[in-house]
């Protein structure tokens, strides 16, 4: 534990751990509308989940409430049954899909770590959603590759939430837009990299930082200039875009 944390009450470390997972200007206001608006809603087996993830060496890495929640009321208003997700973690995100989605709903995650997984698999387990869910191990572009050589899986996707690494973010979009039926939605979580996508390009950052920065903002400007799609780029969580696919 840093020295500046010592003394401090866990729930205040993970007041400080949200404070970076969203970019209003005002800690208080992001506050207000989890409490408001998120934390009044969650399940028990979604807040058991997040704070869980949020104990974990690289919790930052999860999608945060108010993006979930989102995205729960995102599957349901189109009526998703067959989606798919590019980075699992410990499951949060495929956890609010798994309960989005219907009985029937099936969900593709894809995630070359699965240790992190297991760890939430048991509240997933006890959510009884599992059966919805075809975790598969590895790299994402053999997996991704192998389904678009499937005929029956061309088109057939309602949805995909891409939250993976930046560096093959375009690779990833070529393929699920074969994937991905037409109408049907493709999100791109993180595309504002924490504000750094507006910094100049001088600007003081890691050389992690500085290369995730520069592969987020030739996604974003793809994402801009592909008329295969329509999209809209969300200041929720540390920015998420969506794609609709329209040809």
Not at 61 to 71: K, N, R, S, T
Not at 109 to 138: C, Q, T, W
Not at 195 to 209: C, F, Q, R
């Amino acid at each position: 534990m840093a020295e500046s944390d010592q003394g401090k009450s866990p729930n205040a470390n993970a007041q400080k751990k949200l404070a970076q997972k969203h970019l209003l200007q005002s800690d208080g206001l992001y506050q207000y509308i989890l409490e408001t608006s998120v934390y009044p809603g969650e399940s028990e087996c979604l807040k058991e989940l997040r704070e869980l993830t949020a104990n974990h060496p690289r919790g930052l890495m999860a999608v945060p409430a108010d993006e979930g929640q989102f995205l729960m009321l995102l599957l349901k208003l189109i009526n998703a049954k067959k989606t798919i997700e590019i980075g699992v973690f410990t499951g949060y995100s495929l956890l609010c899909t798994a309960l989005a989605l219907p009985p029937d709903g099936k969900i593709i995650g894809i995630d070359m770590n699965r240790e992190s997984y297991d760890l939430g698999r048991p509240i997933i387990e006890n959510a009884e959603v599992a059966h919805k869910i075809d975790f598969r191990e590895g790299l994402a572009l053999p997996i991704l590759d192998e389904l678009v050589q499937t005929e029956e899986m061309l088109d057939s996707f309602d949805f995909a939430f891409v939250d993976a690494d930046k560096v093959n973010a375009l690779n990833y979009h070529e393929r699920l837009l074969s994937l991905v039926k037409i109408g049907g939605l493709v999100c791109y979580d993180n595309t504002l990299w924490s504000g750094s996508v507006a910094e100049p390009p001088d600007a003081t950052m890691s050389e992690l930082g500085r290369s995730i920065r520069h592969y987020t903002i030739e996604l974003n400007k793809a994402l801009a200039a592909d008329k295969r799609i329509e999209i809209s780029l969300l200041p929720i969580g540390d920015g998420l875009t969506l794609c609709r696919r329209i040809s």
